[in-house]
């Protein structure tokens, strides 16, 4: 008999594909789930990369956290994303309506699918989102919600 997993809550889910997902830069790049983004496909050429993982440290799996803890998580996060050798650009995820507070972020090039389960395994974040060469913007859950 199979039994149904945990889920992530379908208002959670609907904020999460309402995003703005802005990469910082000269001039910031703004991603949405599912909308393909010629600036972010030009981004990874650039770089000479293939994919790329947007992700936060910020409030484990839905559950918000302090401004001092959610800054503690993200520096741990920087400082792994920096031994590991990658080149991360800073960001952050905004809800359009301003229901909930914007999260820092980063954008990592050259991370995989396997290097996105590993950091929301680690960051414990319920999804991350997952460019490829064509510039389109992907959620990817969690592995215990897939």
């Given at each position: 008999?199979?039994?149904?997993?945990?889920?992530?809550?379908?208002?959670?889910?609907?904020?999460?594909?309402?995003?703005?997902?802005?990469?910082?830069?000269?001039?910031?790049?703004?991603?949405?789930?599912?909308?393909?983004?010629?600036?972010?496909?030009a981004?990874?050429?650039?770089?000479?990369?293939?994919?790329?993982?947007?992700?936060?440290?910020?409030?484990?799996?839905?559950?918000?956290?302090?401004?001092?803890?959610?800054?503690?998580?993200?520096?741990?996060?920087?400082?792994?994303?920096?031994?590991?050798?990658?080149?991360?650009?800073?960001?952050?995820?905004?809800?359009?309506?301003?229901?909930?507070?914007?999260?820092?972020?980063?954008?990592?090039?050259?991370?995989?699918?396997?290097?996105?389960?590993?950091?929301?395994?680690?960051?414990?974040?319920?999804?991350?989102?997952?460019?490829?060469g064509?510039?389109?913007?992907?959620?990817?859950?969690?592995?215990?919600?897939?």
């Open positions: 008999m199979l039994m149904n997993g945990p889920s992530i809550p379908d208002a959670t889910l609907a904020a999460y594909r309402a995003a703005v997902y802005r990469i910082h830069g000269e001039p910031p790049i703004d991603m949405m789930i599912g909308a393909k983004n010629a600036s972010v496909a981004l990874l050429a650039r770089h000479g990369v293939a994919s790329a993982v947007f992700v936060t440290a910020f409030n484990p799996f839905g559950c918000e956290l302090s401004a001092e803890q959610n800054a503690a998580r993200q520096r741990t996060l920087e400082a792994q994303i920096a031994q590991a050798g990658w080149i991360a650009l800073s960001g952050e995820g905004m809800d359009p309506n301003n229901v909930w507070s914007a999260e820092a972020s980063l954008f990592v090039l050259g991370a995989t699918l396997l290097d996105a389960d590993e950091l929301m395994l680690a960051y414990e974040q319920n999804a991350v989102v997952v460019v490829r064509d510039g389109l913007p992907r959620l990817r859950l969690h592995p215990r919600y897939r």
